[in-house]
């Protein structure tokens, strides 16, 4: 099996992350009860269109920076981790199988 190029991983979950946070975000500008019903779906155990409706600024420019920042810092940081860790199960396959192959031909003998 080939293994992951983890910068190239990390990248596109990192401008998918960025992505998906900018859709999101727009859609709280645009329908911000939509958008805290749409959340509540990930969410099940906090009512988001009540903390909405609450005293709350809703999306300013620094909230906004902020959240795009973590969104693209954690994408960075899952592609990461998902890149090493598939690299990391390919080779621990391909030595088992080195290992295996081994132990095959010493018995065959």
Do not use: C, Q
């Amino acid at each position: 099996m080939e293994k992951l190029d983890t910068r190239g991983l990390s990248m596109s979950f990192a401008a998918t992350s960025g992505i998906v946070y900018l859709v999101l975000a727009a859609l709280a500008i645009i329908a911000p009860s939509i958008a805290a019903r749409f959340s509540n779906v990930f969410s099940s155990a906090v009512d988001n269109a009540a903390t909405a409706a609450a005293n709350n600024p809703g999306l300013t420019a620094g909230t906004f920076f902020i959240g795009l920042i973590v969104a693209v810092v954690a994408g960075l940081a899952v592609g990461a981790l998902v890149g090493s860790m598939y690299n990391a199960f390919v080779e621990n396959m391909e030595t088992s199988e080195v290992r295996h192959a081994r132990a095959t031909v010493h018995h065959a003998r």
